[in-house]
T-cell receptor, first 115, second 117 residues
């Protein structure tokens, strides 16, 4: 069974440019999460999809970030325009349910560097 | 206040020795789950072990065990017989039960473990 896959694995862009990150969750997982880790800091929650609906987007830093989940399958996270402080590793995770015991399966992350 | 605290930025251990990675948490919920994830240099986050707040026994998964002390709100990860491949970043995380449903994972800052030959 394929795990959570993220694309690209690395991205280097200039300040002001646009970048789109993609996440393909495990097939059948309704819950999809985006997290971000800025260098040296803890992993922070960005948002949570249940199928195609945004369940919780309280962690989105500002309106330069736009997440979508077309048809409840894969998700994209667009940063437009990118700023230097957006650099970090963006993780996607999926799970079958949202109970306290259900573990989330993570992708390998996308390392974003804004220069 | 931080919900998950990992006080050890880095830990060193020799191969075949046991090591304990500390994690304390803060919650007012009665129902919650505690997780440990491993992040090797390749970048992916790998689930290691889970402990539910109502579980009476400490969780174990192979060489990993979770030393759960509910009254102290600690959930330390114990790795027995360390291997070179255990060198990685280790994150403690928590999921809480809330009136509106279940929270997403809240992570600590992580502990970098280096295993030497």
């Amino acid at each position: 069974e394929a795990g959570v896959t993220q694309f690209p694995s690395h991205s280097v862009i200039e300040k002001g440019q646009t970048v789109t990150l993609r996440c393909d969750p495990i097939s059948g997982h309704d819950n999809l999460y985006w997290y971000r880790r800025v260098m040296g800091k803890e992993i922070k929650f960005l948002l949570h999809f249940v199928k195609e609906s945004k369940q919780d987007e309280s962690g989105m830093p500002n309106n330069r970030f736009l997440a979508e989940r077309t048809g409840g399958t894969y998700s994209t996270l667009k940063v437009q325009p990118a700023e230097l402080e957006d650099s970090g590793v963006y993780f996607c995770a999926s799970s079958q349910d949202s109970g306290t015991g259900l573990k989330a399966f993570f992708g390998q992350g996308t390392r974003l560097t804004v220069v | 206040a931080q919900k998950i605290t990992q006080t050890q930025p880095g830990m060193f251990v020799q191969e075949k020795e046991a090591v304990t990675l500390d994690c304390t948490y803060d919650t007012s919920d009665q129902s919650y789950g505690l997780f440990w994830y491993k992040q090797p240099s390749s970048g992916e986050m790998i689930f290691l072990i889970y402990q539910g707040s109502y579980d009476e026994q400490n969780a174990t998964e192979g060489r990993y065990s979770l030393n759960f002390q509910k009254a102290r709100k600690s959930a330390n990860l114990v790795i027995s017989a360390s291997q070179l491949g255990d060198s990685a970043m280790y994150f403690c995380a928590m999921r809480e039960s809330m009136n509106s449903g279940y929270s997403t994972l809240t992570f600590g800052k992580g502990t970098m473990l280096l295993v030497s030959p």
